[in-house]
């Protein structure tokens, strides 16, 4: 499809007149017409408004010329999975779980491997063959090459540490010193549990990221623990293979 189609077809999708899109993104009915008949299209600060309007990239609004990838992990990117800025803009450039909010989630790339290890492991691809791909493939990717101008004086980092120094002090019976936090997207993690009345609710956005870690406890059996935490609070649960029969341990606000 064309930017006059795409536009077009937006705009009615979302139950909005020529006039009524053209108040949104400041312009005038006649430049929105313009651009659904194909004699101009937006500039570039109105197709960032039209893109953080409608929830879809610009690249898509061009009718999509590239072929866009995360120039972090590598993954292909669609509306679904591009990064945001803190004000709602789409970062084309990254994944949001690589990039949220402003904020680059991987600085040791190592870290981002065994993340990717664990996901993409299976009977065809053994873990050495996936983490010797990811190696090759994350060397090739922009974040990677210019990884020493995006340092951000070891804040991240310094986050971290602290996180993992007040989970361990929670001091949760069975379960071992964490010492790894990875980010996890909050669909993955999003684990509904059972209330004592009965009822049963989720805690995480889906759509969000946060960091965490599964640890083995240290009783043995078939349960493991799950960790997972943000700039708020910090939750413990213990589940089964595959996130079966969740518990919750602890939820502490930060």
């Not at 499809?1 to 949104?24: P, V």
């Not at 009977?123 to 990717?141: I, P």
């Not at 549990?193 to 009783?219: I, M, S």
Request: proline residues 2%.
């Amino acid at each position: 499809m064309e930017t006059k189609d795409i536009i077009r077809e937006l705009r009615t999708k979302n139950g909005l007149s020529q006039e009524e899109l053209a108040e949104k993104v400041f312009v005038t009915r006649q430049a929105v017409s313009r651009w659904e008949t194909g004699e101009t299209i937006p500039n570039t600060e109105t197709l960032k408004l039209l893109s953080k309007l409608f929830g879809v990239s610009i690249n898509t609004l061009l009718g999509s010329p590239r072929e866009l990838v995360c120039q972090c992990c590598g993954m292909p990117l669609k509306d679904t999975n591009i990064s945001t800025e803190k004000d709602g803009f789409f970062n084309e450039e990254y994944c949001k779980w690589c990039y949220a909010d402003g904020e680059y989630m991987y600085h040791n790339m190592d870290d981002l491997i065994e993340v990717c290890v664990k996901t993409m492991s299976s009977e065809q691809f053994s873990s050495e063959q996936v983490r010797e791909y990811m190696k090759e493939k994350l060397n090739s990717l922009d974040y990677w090459k210019k990884y020493k101008s995006l340092d951000d004086g070891g804040k991240f980092e310094e986050f971290k540490h602290k996180l993992i120094d007040e989970i361990n002090a929670l001091g949760a019976e069975g379960m071992p010193k964490a010492d790894k936090l990875n980010a996890l997207v909050g669909g993955y993690v999003n684990l509904e549990y059972r209330l004592p009345n009965g009822k049963t609710v989720k805690f995480l956005d889906d759509n969000a990221t946060y960091l965490g870690n599964q640890l083995e406890c240290e009783f043995g059996g078939d349960r493991c623990f799950g960790v997972v935490a943000n700039m708020d609070f910090i939750l413990i649960c213990t589940y089964e293979e595959n996130g079966a029969n969740p518990e919750l341990v602890i939820y502490k606000k930060r």
